[in-house]
């Protein structure tokens, strides 16, 4: 028991001796240790912008100066016949049969329409799709898309569809050029 109050007493020397100053006095430290809680509240936000989607109606004007707009079938039946013209008239799987009725003069064309269909072979097929028309009267405009292998190769290429007692056609110095641009020609 001796031994405990001697390291009792010695322990009481070390601390008064950490508490004196220079001069020998005792003075009393005290450390107050302050708990600090930091509470950190989490904010979402959320803003959502209203968005309004207008879709405007597109008009190309040609170089004859008629107004076309983007093709929506069954919207209007001469621009569906005109749509239907170009597709039986410019695929080069149709027959020289399928496609006299849609150009103005297609008589001894045989051969180039033969030619047409050997070089739309060699590149998974040719076809002209109709993507925009104008009608003024008996005139159309039409803007079109060049077709490989139904793919577009050309497209925003302006052509043309008149209005005849047989319908819309095609004529046979556009359906030439068409060729010519085809490299068959026509006689």
């Known amino acids: 028991m001796k031994a405990k109050i001697l390291v009792l007493v010695g322990a009481v020397a070390v601390v008064v001796a950490a508490c004196s100053s220079d001069d020998g006095s005792t003075e009393a430290t005290s450390t107050t240790i302050a708990e600090t809680t930091t509470t950190v509240a989490e904010t979402t936000t959320t803003t959502v912008a209203e968005t309004t989607t207008t879709v405007a109606e597109t008009t190309t004007t040609t170089e004859a100066g008629i107004a076309t707009s983007p093709v929506v079938p069954g919207e209007n039946a001469d621009v569906d016949a005109i ?10 799987t149709t027959t020289y049969d ?57 497209t925003d290429l302006d052509g043309e569809a008149v209005r005849t007692e047989a319908g819309w056609q095609v004529t046979r110095e556009f359906f030439c050029d068409i060729m010519a641009s085809a490299r068959v020609g026509c006689p």
């Open 83 to 92: 749509v239907a013209a170009y597709l039986v008239v410019f695929d080069s």
């Open 98 to 154: 399928e496609k006299q009725p849609y150009v103005t003069d297609l008589s001894g064309l045989e051969s180039t329409v033969e030619a047409y269909e050997t070089a739309g072979e060699s590149v998974g097929g040719i076809a002209l799709q109709a993507d925009e028309v104008g009608i003024d009267g008996e005139n159309a405009k039409v803007i079109y898309s060049f077709l490989f292998a139904g793919n577009p190769a050309y």
